[in-house]
Antibody, heavy 120, light 106 residues
Framework: QVLPEQWGTGLLKPSETLSLSCGVF?????????WTWIRQTPGKGLEWIGQ???????NYNPSLSSRVAISLDPSKFQVSLILTSVTGADTATYYC?????????????WGQGSQVSVSS | DIQMTQSPKSLAASVGDTVTITCQAS??????VNWYLQKSGKPPQLLIY???FLDIGVPSRFSGSGSGTDFSLSISSLKPEDFGTYFC?????????FGQGTALQI
């Protein structure tokens, strides 16, 4: 089973912009109906950031919606996460999870995680 | 947001035991609950979706039940690879939310 790969900036200063990408390579026959981003911290646990559908429809967590943007390049099987004006509270491990199910609620595939630290 | 209250926070058990973890939602979420197992340093692994459906490859010793606001995950005949942290997640209302986790320890 092909697993998602994640890449992006791992160390940021407060007020900078977080940028992460996620892609699935080697399996052009799969259709990923939704791509979801989730983050995890020791203190707050798992937090659903948002998702994008294969036609570009987005849903964001209201707690982050003013700072977050998820975009998709379906031809490249890649999705990106942008989070602006980061603070220490955004220090977390970020996961992408592309969904093969049409509802976007069944998260079988997860990326390996991207550790992001925000520090001055 | 929907609050998912998971209990217990930690649980000690032995190989061969049967354990049950519960999750209570702050509102009716039908059967829209997923259960995950996370090992240290790894992403969560989906075990059960839609309250009771086992993901592909998940052993039948795992079972999920419940509807409305009360849900449970049972694991029978515990094996060494079953130890880790279990999370519930609701997928009925945006934003989807997770329980705080149950650490299952030997």
């Amino acid at each position: 089973q092909v697993l998602p790969e994640q890449w992006g900036t791992g160390l940021l200063k407060p007020s900078e912009t977080l940028s992460l990408s996620c892609g699935v390579f080697g399996d052009p026959s799969s259709i990923f109906y939704y791509w979801t981003w989730i983050r995890q911290t020791p203190g707050k646990g798992l937090e659903w950031i948002g998702q994008i559908s294969y036609v570009g429809t987005t849903n964001y967590n209201p707690s982050l919606s003013s700072r977050v943007a998820i975009s998709l390049d379906p031809s490249k099987f890649q999705v990106s996460l942008i989070l602006t004006s980061v603070t220490g509270a955004d220090t977390a491990t970020y996961y992408c999870a592309p969904s093969l199910d049409i509802t976007g609620t069944i998260l079988t595939l997860w990326g390996q995680g991207s550790q992001v630290s925000v520090s001055s | 947001d929907i609050q998912m209250t998971q209990s217990p926070k930690s649980l000690a058990a032995s190989v061969g035991d049967t354990v049950t973890i519960t999750c209570q939602a702050s509102q009716d979420i039908d059967v829209s609950v997923n259960w995950y197992l996370q090992k240290s340093g790894k992403p969560p692994q989906l075990l059960i979706y839609g309250g009771s459906f086992l993901d592909i490859g998940v052993p039948s010793r795992f079972s999920g039940s419940g509807s409305g606001t009360d849900f449970s995950l049972s694991i029978s005949s515990l094996k060494p690879e079953d130890f880790g942290t279990y999370f519930c997640q609701q997928s009925f209302f945006f934003p989807y939310t997770f329980g705080q986790g149950t650490a299952l320890q030997i």
